[in-house]
Structure formats: C-alpha cells, structure tokens
C-alpha cells in the first residue's frame, strides 16, 4: 500500500467513525443532515444520478431504504459498520472496482469482483433439491488453501468472498481466521444457522468483517418440508441471537414451483425485518445433481410474478425496509450472466475452479493452477467469449434459460464434470433445463419488450479491441 493510499484510509476511518457516531445519536434528525457527507467519502462508487436519488431518499422519513438504513444504525454494531464500509465501500468498491477493471484489460480474460469457495462439502442437514446434501463429509479446501485463494485474488484487486458449501460454519474457527487476518475485505457466509452460537457472535463482533445468508423459505411447513423438522425455528433463534449481539445478517432463499408464495408474503417479509434481516439473496432453484427434480423449477408464470415483486417490494415507496436481489430476474442490472470470473466464480472443496456455483464443471484446480492461470483456460475463456448469453437479460444463464450454450462451452473447452458423487455429463444436465428454456422463451421476451430497463456499465469481450478484430 502506498503512503497515499494509507493516509487516505486513515483519513477516511476517523471521519466514518465521527459520522456514524453523530447519527447514532439521533437517526431520525441526523440521518438526512449525514447522509450527503457519508456517501461523498465514497464518491465515484455511485453513478452521480443515483447518488441524487439516494440523498433526496435519506430526507424522506417514509423511503423504503431511509428505514432500512436508520435500522442498520440501530441494530448492528457501529465497529461493524464501520468495518464493513471499509472494507466492503473503500477497498472493494472503490479501489477494488478500478483495480479488477484495469487486470480485464491487462490479462485480457475475466476477472472476478467476488470470488466464492466451499470450506467444507460436510453438511449437517439433507435439503431436498441440494447437490451439496449428497456430497457428504468428504471434502476439505485447508486453511493455506483459503488463505491462498483471498492472497491471490487481492492481487487481482477481489476484496469480496463468500463461503458455500457444504455447511461452511463446520468450519468457522478457520473462517474467522482469514477474516481477521484479512481486514481490507468483506465475508459472508451462506450457513443454515444451526451452528451459529453466543462465541461465534462474540467473534463476529471481533472482526466486524463477516456477515451471513441464513437459509430459510417461507413458513415452518414450507421450510422444513425441505430442510427437516425443526431446522426453521434453529434459524429464527439464531435471528434473534444475532440481532441481540448486533451483528449483521441477511436471508438466502431457494423459491422452488412449491414455495414461491411463501417466500414473497407480506407475513413473511414483515417477519424478516422484525427479526432482524438487512438483506435478501432470492435464488432460482437449480436442477443440479443427479438426484434433482426438475419439477422443482419454478414454472414460467412464477418466474415472471418474480420480475414484478422483485421490483414492487424493492421500491422506495411500496417496499420493505430490505434489500433484496433475485439473481435470475435482476440480470437486466448486471448485463446477463456474471458467473465465468465476469463478476464471479466459485472454487469447490475439492479446489476445481467453476464457473458458477450451479455450473459443476472445470478445466482447472486451485492445487495445480494459480486462480489467474484458471481464468486463462478455456472454461472460462468460452464463458468470457459468450457473455452475455442472451441480449435479453431475463434469460441470463447458460444453463438454465440457454441450455445449448452449455452445451457448447463444455464441449468446447473440454471441460470435466466435478460432481463429487456422480459424474454428471452435461447433455444430461441440460436435458433437465430444455423444457423451462423453451417455454420461458416467449414469456421473457414479451417481459423484455414492453419494460425500459437499465443502461448497465459493462465490460463484455465481444466489445473490446481484440474481438472486434476477429
């Protein structure tokens, strides 16, 4: 780090500090006075329109995310707050962004803003619909090798990491460890809460880096239809002792063709925010292994009820005091598909290098390749020639809504299946998308056609010097 920079952190952490202690004092009268003050430390991480969007938002006592955030300063521990703007607003956002950007250009490959790794394939419940249920306590990535995977990727200018699983938190004396020796970047952890006690709250606290996605869907009979008796009030008592030590957490939800109206209520959101949730990660179920039901994925009409709610209950009047992001039916936001490094990419606790987290296929290993090494080969490299996969972006993924280009990327990349039971080829795991795909067609397109979306700030390879000369 140069002296700039580290005068500039330090200049940067004694005015956050200052600023979340005035409005603690006071939300309701400090908030609106603090807020163009605050996100002006951050200036260039918000498109200068949004920017006067979020300022008008902060003055409005009734916005949806005015709530939202007077509920942050409330609930959740000011040295978290101030550690996760750091880490999560400075080093990620604003030098991270520039820094992955620029090692785009550089290496001419993809280069991931978040990279997601699997601690463990262990997992102490057997969700219906979860490839991770059948893998059992078989697999491991080592402590060097996470704290190789966070070295690596900061040189690439990575400063976000997720944990999957498995059931990460089998290993969260380790998870802790790389939070704290890692400061300059943001963790979360997608956990099914059962293991979440009093001393990992404690260490939490500690290292003010580490956020989690509990998993839950809907109602009691909903969620435990899936997850087994008993796993939806763990997950309510590990809310409340989560909000009780004031540390930050969200949801993971898998809405399926049988849960969909339970995980959209009204009743439950509301609970949610009750309980304590700040944010809201809504996932389309996958049909990935070689147990899965495709029956499971949502039919077309619930995939476009999801377009319209996302949007209804995200809106700064009508929404919930909750951020919520549904990656399937947000695609519009990022340009399609961010998985193959583009934004993303996730490392199994084998240490195989995929693509996507529901996309169980690599060309590369952690133990023979360094992470740049993976983004060059041609998994990934088919993935970047290929993004986006679909001009209209409620059809984002390759497997799901484009099932060919799957085909296609494999095929053509030579690329081994890394299911850890059974070998899954990938015309078999397509064959399970074809029908959805087709059928969605007609219904996305007309979504598509009849709604303004955003202008997004992308970096494709069919818009750089090299493709265009091809």
Known sequence: MSVKDTVSKAALSVVLDRAIKYVQKDPDKNLPKAAGRILGLFNGLFPSKNLEGIKKGAADPNNTYTKLVKNVFRDVDPHIIKTMAMS??????????????????????????????DPTSACNLHCKGCWAAEYGHQLNLSLEDMQSIVSQGKELGTHVYMYTGGEPLIRKKDI??????????????YTNATLVDQQFCDDMKRVGNLSLALSIEGTQES??????????????????????????????????????????SDEFLDLMVEKGVKFGFYFNYMPIGHDADKDLIPSPAQRKYMYYWIRRVRNGKTGKPMFIFDFQDDGEFVGGCIAGGRNYFH????????????IHFADSNIHTHTLLEGLKNPLFTEYRKGQPFNDNHLRPCPMLENPDKLREIVKKSG???????????????????????????????????NNPHPKTHTQYYRDGGKAKMQ
């Open 176 to 189: 802790i460890r790389v939070c704290e020796e890692n400061q300059d970047c943001t963790f979360l952890a």
């Open 88 to 117: 999560l607003g400075y080093e990620a956002g604003l030098k991270g962004t520039k820094a992955v950007r620029s090692n785009r250009e550089k290496y001419d490959c993809n280069i991931p803003w978040i990279i997601l790794l």
């Open 347 to 358: 490392i199994n606790s084998r240490g195989d290098m995929e693509p996507c987290v529901f």
């Open 223 to 264: 969620n435990d239809w899936r997850r087994g008796d008993g796993a939806y009030q763990k997950t309510l008592d590990a809310m409340d002792l989560l909000k009780q030590n004031k540390c930050i957490f969200g949801i993971s939800v898998c809405y399926t063709r049988t849960n969909v109206d339970y995980v959209t």
């Open 415 to 449: 690329a081994k299946s890394t299911d850890l039971i059974v070998e899954e080829d990938v015309d078999t795991l397509c064959r399970k998308c074809d029908e959805f795909a087709y059928a969605w067609k007609p219904v996305a397109d007309e979504i598509w056609e």
